[in-house]
């Protein structure tokens, strides 16, 4: 073989290697400089569809990094490996729950599913808004419905044994008269497969949908989930969380922590927080002007504050899951001195990659040592009991 032929092949051989490396090892500069630019060269819902057809066929490697022990945390008797979640969402259809969740996240939330299948709004409805790392989106419950989610989540967790944690996320149609029945209808569904569930009366992209947090309504709401839950979940007891929106008024605060405070319509935690309709630290974007809601970086001091407002309101005695702009240890952290058990991420992965979560692992675990703390249920709330 030609010297020429030789160095040929031991420079591909070596690039190929290297790529591979840096691909499975979610090699941060390696993402930011590739894979993420290439994803950002489509619209954002094509970059979203690509990366459903990637989990689907197996291009989403599996992360090779263990989850530090002091990570570890058990709530409503359920062991995370680590407390950062897939917020809902992206695998809205359960389609690569496992493929996610093997990238390393301590749990996936699947969802919003509602009964029947709908298309959702019109498009475009994603846009995101480079300059404040945040996105807007209106998708407003695009979903394959109850029965086809079912099946697929009943597949994965019944037939596969998949036995990593998934949260399902049930929202209601567009069209139904009786949003209550479209949760209780989830609830009697997904008994089998859901590991907790998550009510969510806070997307701003259904009609009405927000007016469900207000008192009366909550009560009637809720007294009915926790009945279903109570009938079909048997002697397991799945977890009820209820996910928020950011754009509460201070009564209407009040108003839900009396609502949960009370035995009767106790929820096993809450989500904090949906995304935003108001527009902050976004205003020089064009795309600030669409409607919908605002996640990401202008996000995160507006759902901290509110999760330390909700652990006062509700003395730390139920559990919080924090999401909204956590891009890094330091933001986790925050949250979690704000009152959070455990947390979600969702903008910050589509802008950085799986190599966000491993820093936001590495960098949790060290401000925790550095803080003397031993694990996650030490720091919960620590800035509020101050
Ligand atoms: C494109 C997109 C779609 C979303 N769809 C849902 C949804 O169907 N149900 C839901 O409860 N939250 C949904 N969310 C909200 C996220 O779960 C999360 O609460 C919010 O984005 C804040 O977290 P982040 O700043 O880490 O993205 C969506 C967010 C984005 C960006």
Redesign the pocket.
């Known amino acids: 073989m030609s010297p020429f032929r030789s160095l040929f092949y031991i420079t591909s051989g070596g690039c190929i290697l290297c790529t591979g490396t840096n691909f499975i090892t979610f090699n941060d500069k390696f993402y930011k400089k590739y894979i993420i630019p290439f994803f950002f060269m489509c619209d954002?819902e094509q970059a979203?569809s690509l990366l459903i057809f990637s989990g689907k066929y197996g291009l989403i490697p599996k992360s090779i990094y263990k989850d530090p022990p002091m990570l570890k945390t058990k709530l409503w008797d359920i062991s995370f490996n680590n407390p950062i979640g897939l917020?809902?969402?992206?695998d809205?259809q359960g389609e690569i729950t496992k493929a996610l969740y093997n990238v390393g996240f301590g749990f996936v939330?699947v969802?919003?599913i509602t009964p029947l299948p709908q298309p959702g709004n019109e498009k475009p409805r994603?846009f995101r808004l480079l300059n404040s790392q945040?996105?807007?989106?209106r998708?407003g419950?695009n979903?394959d419905g109850h029965d086809v989610v079912f099946e697929r989540l009943k597949n994965l967790k019944l037939h596969q044994n998949f036995d990593g944690i998934v949260g399902v996320?049930l929202?209601k149609n567009k069209e139904s008269k009786n949003a209550v029945s479209d949760y209780v209808e989830g609830i009697k569904k997904f008994a089998s497969v859901a590991d907790y569930f998550?009510i969510?009366i806070?997307?701003p992209n259904t009609p009405g949908l927000r007016d469900l947090q207000k008192k009366n309504a909550l009560k009637g709401l809720l007294s009915n989930i926790i009945e279903a839950r109570n009938e079909y979940c048997g002697e397991h007891k799945i977890p009820l969380l209820l996910?928020i929106s950011p754009d509460l008024t201070d009564q209407d605060k009040k108003n839900i922590a009396d609502v949960i405070n009370d035995k009767r319509y106790q929820v096993d935690g809450l989500?904090i927080?949906?995304?935003t309709v108001k527009r902050v630290e976004v205003y020089d974007n064009p795309n600030a002007l669409e409607p919908g809601?605002l996640?990401?970086?202008p996000?995160?001091e507006t759902?901290t504050k509110l999760i330390a407002e909700f652990y006062k309101l509700t003395h730390g005695a139920i559990p919080i899951i924090g999401?909204?702009?956590?891009f890094n240890g330091q933001d986790a952290y925050a949250k979690i001195k704000a009152g959070a058990s455990l947390l979600?991420?969702?903008?910050?992965?589509?802008y950085n990659g799986p190599s966000v979560l491993i820093n936001i692992k590495k960098e949790l675990e060290c401000l925790l040592r550095e803080d003397k703390y031993n694990s996650i249920a030490d720091a919960i709330g620590a800035d509020c009991k101050k």
């Open positions: 954002p979203h917020a809902a969402g992206l809205k939330e969802g919003s994603v945040s996105i807007i989106n998708y419950f979903s996320n929202g998550v969510n806070s997307s996910k989500i927080s949906n995304t809601g996640s990401g970086k996000l995160q759902s999401v909204g702009g956590i979600q991420i969702y903008t910050s992965f589509i």
